[in-house]
């Protein structure tokens, strides 16, 4: 797709376009990080090998557990050591599952070819390496890049400080290069982010402090600006900030950040946790990039909670490969949506159903019409069990018919507002997806608990060899 650059130069892993991604086998098996960490039991967290083929008669279980030789890290999110942004080198392979622990500051590197229902891990990358060798802490977000780097997002410094956040290159061997940001104007926050090669720009996120959210939430550390309301626009591939999008109090707590996925368009999503919106960036025509409103989640008048307006805390954001479908969760509320954005400043909602939330029906909150009418929301029961807490993350299969939900955010944040998760472990869902009209269905013959085996916190998937809903074309 257009022209070719750094490693890519003939066929290698993932696809040549996002359409033909959806043309891609479909998913048999489902890696998930799972947290110990955080719950009272002292064991390290592992990678879970989740059976998600129907055919199978092991569907929806957990069928291999690797665990890390560490405690403490809180696995979070993952990423490959290559994608689709090197499809053109026949030398790259799909093959090392990169998995950062956010708390610890380790990156480990796992071995998903040799036998990908039990894969096995080849290297750590150890913090006090990393400190040592770049000041950061904290990573987040992992993603390959054409020329066979990796690049992880890092929150602050090993004190949790936000300004000494940055990005980490990794080799194709995963030795430390040092930082991708070059020396001057610094971002005040870094967290999720997403390049587009064909407008030489990357756009990060700026969630917050690790010295605040890992306390938990309190709202007196985002008055105190330990937490963001800004993008951060940087130059592809040079690493120098070159614009600063102040979202303002529509954009409290930016998190998970898409381009659409045709590598020529020059617009994209971010979802704007605390205040609930999903704002729409852009390129100006004067080569800049503005910002908008796309999608506002409007708080609900509760009783029985600890303010008097609960917000939907949006997460888990992500775009079809088609860009037709954009998805998200209320992890509060507890519903999930899906939205028809094929006129992308005018999203359309056409599916939408609660997996749990906080006003689940037997909760002792309750929320409140205008009319003073109170309300619960129906939220069902599958093979038996209740659903605790509140959908997360989020994956889509590659054909966009299948999407995958769990519910951990943060094992303080669980604790925090859905103890019940803690004691009980997690949850994973199967939710049916309408591709023509639109609309969300929770599939009955799926469920993976997470509570069976000593209670832990289910978080990222990936499917190995084939995840594509974040993989990045040049």
């Known amino acids: 797709m257009g022209e070719e650059s750094g490693c890519c130069k003939r066929a290698g892993p993932g696809y040549a376009t996002p359409l033909a991604a959806m043309s891609g086998p479909r998913e048999s098996l489902l890696y998930v990080t799972c947290v110990y960490n955080g719950t009272g039991r002292e064991k390290p ?42 499809h053109g080198d026949p030398t790259a392979t799909r093959r090392f599952l990169i998995l950062p622990g956010l708390l610890s500051g380790r990156v480990y590197v796992i071995d998903t070819q040799k036998n990908p229902t039990a894969p096995s891990l080849h ?21 390959c890049l054409a020329t066979g780097d990796v690049m992880i997002s890092f929150l602050g410094d090993k004190d949790g400080h936000s300004k000494g956040n940055g990005f980490l290159l990794l080799d194709s061997q995963f030795n ?99 205040t609930s919106n999903v704002v729409r960036f852009f390129k100006t025509q004067n080569e800049s990039w503005g910002h908008e409103v796309a999608i506002k989640v409007e708080p609900l008048k509760v009783e029985n909670w600890i303010l008097p307006e609960m ?82 993350m989020t994956q889509l299969s590659l054909d966009g018919k299948r999407l995958y939900v769990t519910n951990s955010l943060f094992s303080t944040w669980d604790r925090q507002f859905y103890p019940d998760v803690i004691e009980k472990g997690s949850h994973m869902v199967l939710i049916d997806v309408d591709t023509v009209k639109g609309g969300l269905k929770i599939n009955p ?30």
Not at 450 to 457: I, W
């Open 45 to 86: 967290d592992f990678l879970a090998t989740v059976d998600v083929d129907p055919n199978s008669p092991t569907y929806s279980k957990v069928i291999h557990r690797l665990s890390l030789p560490y405690i403490g890290d809180e696995l979070h999110h993952t990423g490959w050591n290559s994608c689709s942004s090197c």
């Open 123 to 143: 290297k750590v990358v150890e913090p006090e390496d990393i400190v040592e060798k770049t000041g950061l802490a904290y990573p987040h977000t992992s993603h």
């Open 176 to 274: 430390i290069k040092g930082r991708w940001d070059k020396p001057g104007p610094k971002a005040e926050f870094s967290y999720d982010f997403w390049y587009q090669p064909r407008h030489k720009t990357m756009i990060c996120t700026s969630f917050g402090a690790p010295y605040a959210f890992t306390q938990g939430f309190n709202l007196k550390h985002v008055e105190d600006g330990l937490y963001g309301r800004q993008l951060f626009v940087y130059d592809w591939p040079d690493g120098h900030l070159k614009q600063t999008l102040d979202l303002g109090d529509n954009g409290l707590i930016p998190g998970e950040i898409r381009f659409l996925h045709e590598p020529s368009k020059d617009t994209g999503y971010v979802e704007c946790v605390l």
């Open 311 to 392: 917000p939907g805390l949006i997460i888990g954001l992500l775009i079809s490969l088609d860009d037709r479908f954009l998805y998200f969760v209320n992890w509060f509320h507890g519903d999930v949506r899906q939205y028809n954005i094929e006129d992308p400043e005018n999203p359309v909602l056409v599916g939408q159903v609660y997996v749990g939330g906080l006003i689940r029906k037997g909760s002792p909150i309750v929320a409140v019409t205008e009319d003073g009418t109170t309300w619960q929301a129906d939220v069902p029961t599958i093979q038996g069990h209740s659903l605790r807490g509140g959908p997360h």
């Open 445 to 474: 013959d799926f469920f993976v608990d997470f509570g069976a085996d000593g209670p832990c916190l289910a978080h990222e998937m990936r499917y190995p060899g084939g995840d594509c809903t974040s993989d990045i074309w040049i």
